[in-house]
Nanobody, 119 residues
Framework: QVQLVEVGGGLVQPGGSLKLSCAAS????????ASWYRQAPGKERELVAR????????RYADSVKGRFTISKDNAEKSVYLQMNNLKPEDTAVYFC????????????WGQGTQVTVST
């Protein structure tokens, strides 16, 4: 059974930092592209950051470039999102996603973790 479990969300003041972690089990993590998405109340889910299955190539939403860093540890079957200089508009539920690199295209989601940026 495949599971993605996110931890690390919470309440932080503007300008603060948080690091999200997503631990995968039940799959060969090196065969998956990993991403972080977020969904704010009343808005659609959006891609925040993506990292290649291997090699470390990354992609970021314009709104988080220079502030967020995604990383992947295939040995630990984990993907991370370091978030710095957080803004109130970063408030959302953050979801981890793993997408197979093969034609089967299997995609798995975590349950989400709440990030709230507020004074």
């Amino acid at each position: 059974q495949v599971q993605l479990v996110e931890v690390g969300g919470g309440l932080v003041q503007p300008g603060g930092s948080l690091k999200l972690s997503c631990a995968a089990s039940g799959l060969t993590f090196i065969q998956y592209t990993a991403s972080w998405y977020r969904q704010a109340p009343g808005k659609e889910r959006e891609l925040v950051a993506r990292i290649a299955a291997v090699g470390g190539t990354t992609r970021y939403a314009d709104s988080v470039k220079g502030r967020f860093t995604i990383s992947k540890d295939n040995a630990e079957k984990s993907v991370y999102l370091q978030m710095n200089n957080l803004k109130p508009e970063d408030t959302a539920v953050y979801f981890c996603n793993a997408q197979s690199i093969f034609r089967d295209g299997f995609s798995y989601w975590g349950q989400g973790t709440q990030v709230t940026v507020s004074t």
